[in-house]
């Protein structure tokens, strides 16, 4: 009532005493001051009831983001780091409708079942690789066959071939052997032993026989391992022939040897202990046996003396060193 008018007038009705009217219209002031303060302070129980029903909404849209993103965050932090670097509410809201709408285009490209089946139809099957194969075999024949020989002046080939000699000609040496059989138990006319059967010779070039001969030629000069041996009750007496004369002989039972052939033993020392044979039920097990180390000559011919019981069997072992 006093925004206007002259101020003489103001200043004058302000020092007049105060009257009834006066006094009604300050309590109609306090009233209205007092209905003010009532509505102000409904207004904010309003705006604060408003305001923690928005938080509610944002804290339930800010749980469903992070159950979608992969991780999940206290109110109180997100709260705290959204104050700290000032994040508006409109941003968080645009944020969230932004992943919402990535989500929803992740979800429409991905594959269906048709999609799946489609797929599965277009992979190879058995037939498919089998032709594919059978394509690559000449494909792979052309090519083996399209190098072309080596030159045989290679080094390579040059070497291969002189390790393979010389692993060849250590096999033959160790190789080279030849075992004969007398199974008839009858000797001829000079009692020169005949060598029925051939059991192995794995150098028919080095070692000549023919069947029911007594010689045995060794064409290679050089070092043999002579093995013979002869299956019967006693002891045989027997002469080994390298070109009609003799290398060594045995003696038969009872006989007076020669001081040249067997040295006397010594006063004092033992004599060596000769090996005793017995006489078993399944027939003669154990025979004479003899494992001499000859020097041969060229084309040296090996004849076996024999003298003993009839239907004795023998064999004639040969292996070059």
Not at 49 to 54: G, N, P
Not at 73 to 96: K, P, Q, Y
């Amino acid at each position: 009532h006093t925004a206007g008018g002259d101020p003489s007038r103001r200043r004058a009705r302000s020092r007049r005493p105060r009257t009834k009217s006066d006094r009604s219209d300050a309590n109609v002031l306090a009233t209205y001051l007092s209905n003010h303060d009532k509505d102000q302070e409904r207004k904010q129980t309003r705006d604060s009831s408003r305001q923690k029903h928005r938080r509610r909404r944002r804290g339930r849209e800010e749980d469903s983001a992070s159950s979608l993103g992969g991780g999940s965050e206290s109110e109180s932090s997100w709260s705290e780091g959204r104050a700290s670097f000032g994040v508006d509410d409109g941003n968080v809201h645009r944020m969230l409708r932004s992943m919402r709408r990535t989500l929803a285009l992740l979800t429409r490209d991905k594959a269906s079942v048709k999609d799946v089946c489609m797929l599965l139809d277009q992979k190879a099957n058995i037939t498919d690789v089998n032709d594919a194969l059978a394509q690559l075999e000449p494909r792979g024949a052309r090519d083996a066959t399209a190098v072309g020989p080596m030159k045989e002046d290679d080094p390579v080939i040059q070497s291969l071939r002189r390790e393979l000699a010389s692993i060849a000609d250590a096999i033959n040496a160790e190789l080279a052997a030849g075992r004969w059989i007398w199974s008839s138990g009858r000797v001829l006319a000079d009692r020169a032993v005949p060598w029925n059967i051939e059991c192995i010779n794995t150098c028919t070039d080095n070692f000549l026989w023919k069947q029911d001969s007594a010689d045995i030629t060794t064409v290679t000069p050089g070092l043999y391992e002579l093995q013979i041996g002869f299956f019967q009750d006693a002891d045989p007496d027997l002469h080994v022939l390298v070109n009609g004369e003799p290398v060594f002989f045995t003696s038969p039972p009872g006989a007076r040897r020669r001081a040249s052939h067997i040295p006397p033993v010594p006063c004092g020392m033992p004599r060596a202990r000769a090996l005793q044979r017995t006489k078993h039920s399944a027939g003669n097990i154990s025979g004479w046996t003899a494992l001499e180390f000859v020097a041969l000559p060229a084309r040296a011919r090996l004849t076996v003396l024999f003298q003993g019981e009839t239907g004795t069997q023998g064999f004639l072992g040969l292996r070059k060193l």
